[in-house]
């Protein structure tokens, strides 16, 4: 079961006119999907696909009408993200490669590697909002094991354990916006257990004669998240 529709093809004519080609798609895809197709009209190849009606859509390769191999798969925007951001450049994706309209670049986006319709493989989640990254491996969909996150300047804040509910229970380290560094256990994303806390040198707390000599000044010992407190902590110059 396939129609037939037209779509723009990528390329141009020597003569720089648009090429009209002309391809089957299936019906399950029929107004949903610009790209390259098998013998049974699935998307197959490279191409871009309307997921739902709220605005998702995926754009990369295909195998047989599922996701598969390298592509970024778009969320709807924010219901108040407003689109008065004229210098933004990257509102909206409707241009000559396709004949799908109101597909917007505003929303949240995951880009990097997908195998029988799902995420799976590394792939970052990249926040439309503030900039944010959260990277790692990804198995059926869902990111856990070690991940990385950085913010909108690209640097790397957190590098560590989070388990399949988004919870950052184990081992691992993040920077504080002052500056401060932690590394060692961790509960919920805070620290819990066995660590190393390294303090600005803004704070004053690194003797003064050795501030010309020392970067920080660290804490190490059992931290303990109810009462924050260190237990059987040794103060000692890095």
Not at 20 to 25: D, I, R, S
Not at 113 to 135: H, M, P, V
Not at 147 to 173: L, S
Request: aromatic share 10%; glycine share 16%; charged share 35%.
């Amino acid at each position: 079961l396939s129609l037939r529709m037209k779509r723009k093809a990528p390329a141009s004519s020597p003569g720089g006119e648009d090429v009209k080609v002309e391809t089957f798609v299936h019906y399950d895809f029929a107004g949903r999907y610009d790209g390259e197709a098998d013998d049974e009209g699935r998307p197959h190849g490279v191409g871009i696909l309307r997921l739902d009606d709220d605005g998702a859509w995926y754009e990369g390769e295909f195998r047989h009408g599922a996701k598969h191999g390298q592509g970024t798969l778009h969320f709807p925007p924010d219901d108040d993200d407003s689109d008065d951001d004229e210098d933004d450049d990257d509102d909206d994706k409707v241009g000559p490669e396709t004949s799908l309209e109101g597909l917007s670049t505003r929303g949240d986006r995951v880009r990097g590697s997908f195998a029988d319709d799902c995420i799976e493989g590394y792939a970052e989640y990249l926040s439309r909002r503030d900039g944010t990254r959260r990277a790692g491996l990804w198995h059926d969909g869902e990111l856990s094991g070690l991940i990385e996150e950085f913010d909108e300047d690209g640097e790397c804040i957190f590098g560590g354990e989070m388990d399949a509910n988004g919870h950052k229970n184990g081992r691992g380290w993040f920077t504080r916006p002052d500056g401060g560094c932690y590394g060692g256990e961790l509960v919920d994303g805070e620290p819990h257990g066995k660590g190393l806390y390294l303090f600005p040198l803004v704070y004053g707390v690194c003797p003064p004669e050795s501030k010309k000599d020392a970067a920080t000044f660290a804490f190490w010992g059992m931290y303990e998240s109810q009462t924050k407190e260190w237990e059987e902590w040794d103060a000692r110059r890095d």
